[in-house]
Structures are given as structure tokens and as C-alpha cells.
């Protein structure tokens, strides 16, 4: 089997491929102090709880946006599974080309993402990841990596007005009952779904503005549900995308699927 890794920000997820089945997956919290050890330990739990021996991994593919816990990983690749990770960089093979003025900038994500859409869901597309940054990337009809747009996420959003005001308190992010809120949990709520429900539509209609009418719109990350909920300019919720990626990305690398 292989081991997908997509390190985040506020989350890592992990996934178990057999061939292009995607089996166990997970979620769990980025904690930046956390040793080799401790994520070793942690990985190896989250097997074992699912059936799963760590001797049934072939392989390992991981994308990382958080550098100081890239060679966390590594180290745990191959102290716990006996596996050399191959850690998407900019001098792997990604069948995307990267039409950015410094391609080394691209977050290793955003290039995973572009080359499972453009496999599974077709181009040209939107990729919308609602993740601790809220970013939008748009794919040409070639299958090209054309750029994007970065803004806040929502949960970066929520923490402002938390930390920032004297009298907001935290709220769940969850759909409040109307839109007009009653309370201030409720008109908060209200601001932060609507407000990103709005910011996906403008920034989605202007992306079809450029890449054309037929533009797919593909969400992902934890939020991507949510979200997609309330609009119906988002064409596929995939949470998983950046695994797929990941498994797409190994074939072309190792020359052989995911099985074992």
C-alpha cells in the first residue's frame, strides 16, 4: 500500500492507497514541537486502530507546506515504515506544468491539487482549498498550473475577530439559522459563511472570466462540505483531492501502483 502524507498548516491528513483505491485516511492536528518519535508513535496508533501493520506500506508521498516538519517526516518514514519518502519538490515529476513567475513559490500542495484534477475531474478548472488559507488556483484547458489567489481562511478569520475585539466571543463554524443573526454568535456565524460563500462566487466568476464558462470548480479541505452547501457554483467536493493527488504523482515517479 502507499502512504500519502499532505503536511498543513492546522491539519496533516495521511491516507492508505491499495492500487487507486483510497482505504483509511486521517486527520489530525499540525503540531510544530511534536519530535520523530512522537508523530512516529502517533502514525503507528492510527494503523493499528484500522487493522492496518505499518510492514503493508510500499511507499510514501508526502507534500509539505510547514519546511521544518518536511524532515520530521522523512525521519519518520524511514525509522518507522523502512520507506525513503519522495517529497514533492520543485525538481519532481508532476505532470503539471507551472506557468509562475518563480515556480518554486507554488505551495507543493496547490501542484499536487492540479494534477489530480486534471486527471479525475478534467480542465479547464478552479481549485478551491479551503484550508488555513483560503486559495483558489486556476488550470488551463492544457492542464497548465496558471497562478492563483490567496486569501484568509475562515478559521484565520474567526481567530481575528476572537482575538482582536474585546466582546466577540469563538464560535462553531457551522450554519447559523438565518442569515439576519439574532444574537452575536449567530451574526457571526452568518458573516463568516456568507461572507465566504460571496468571496467563492465573486472569485470563482472571475476566474470563468478568464479561463472560460465551462470552468470546473473543485473544492477541497475540511471546510470544502460547508461551503459548498450554501453556493452552487462548486461542481465537486473532493476533501481527499491532495491524497490523489499524491498517488498520481508517486506512479509517475516509481513506474507502479500502490499495492501491497
Avoid at 510514501?60 to 524511514?78: D, G, K, M, N, Y
Avoid at 496558471?146 to 466582546?167: C, D, H, N, S, Y
Wanted: some cysteine; charged content about 20%.
Amino acid at each position: 500500500m502507499l502512504l500519502t502524507i499532505d503536511i498543513g498548516n492546522t491539519n496533516i491528513t495521511f491516507g492508505l492507497y491499495d492500487g487507486a483505491e483510497l482505504g483509511p485516511r486521517w486527520r489530525v492536528r499540525t503540531v510544530h514541537e511534536r519530535m520523530p518519535d512522537e508523530y512516529g508513535i502517533l502514525l503507528d496508533q492510527l494503523f493499528r486502530h484500522r487493522g492496518c501493520e505499518p510492514e503493508m506500506v510500499i511507499g510514501v508521498a508526502i507534500a509539505s507546506v510547514v519546511p521544518p516538519l518536511t524532515p520530521v517526516f522523512v525521519q519518520v518514514c524511514r525509522d518507522y515504515l523502512g520507506q525513503e519518502p519522495l517529497v514533492v519538490h520543485a525538481g519532481v515529476r508532476t505532470g503539471v506544468r507551472i506557468h509562475y513567475d518563480n515556480p518554486r513559490e507554488v505551495g507543493a500542495d496547490r501542484v499536487v491539487d492540479a494534477a489530480a484534477v486534471r486527471a479525475l475531474y478534467g480542465t479547464p478548472a478552479c481549485v478551491v482549498d479551503f484550508g488555513t488559507a483560503t486559495t483558489f488556483d486556476a488550470i488551463s484547458a492544457e492542464g497548465d498550473y496558471l497562478g492563483g489567489a490567496i486569501a484568509p481562511g475562515i478559521g484565520v478569520a474567526a481567530q481575528a475577530l476572537f482575538e482582536r475585539t474585546a466582546k466577540l466571543p469563538r464560535v462553531e463554524l457551522a450554519r447559523p439559522p438565518s442569515v439576519i443573526g439574532r444574537n452575536t454568535p449567530h451574526s457571526i456565524q452568518s458573516g463568516l459563511l456568507y461572507g465566504y460563500v460571496g468571496l467563492v462566487e465573486g472569485m470563482v466568476a472571475r476566474f470563468r472570466g478568464v479561463l472560460g464558462p465551462e470552468t470546473k470548480v473543485i473544492a477541497t479541505g475540511g471546510l470544502a462540505p460547508l461551503i459548498a452547501g450554501e453556493t452552487d457554483v462548486i461542481d465537486v467536493v473532493d476533501p481527499w483531492l491532495t491524497l490523489a493527488g499524491l498517488r498520481l504523482i508517486w506512479e509517475l515517479n516509481e513506474g507502479r501502483e500502490a499495492t501491497g
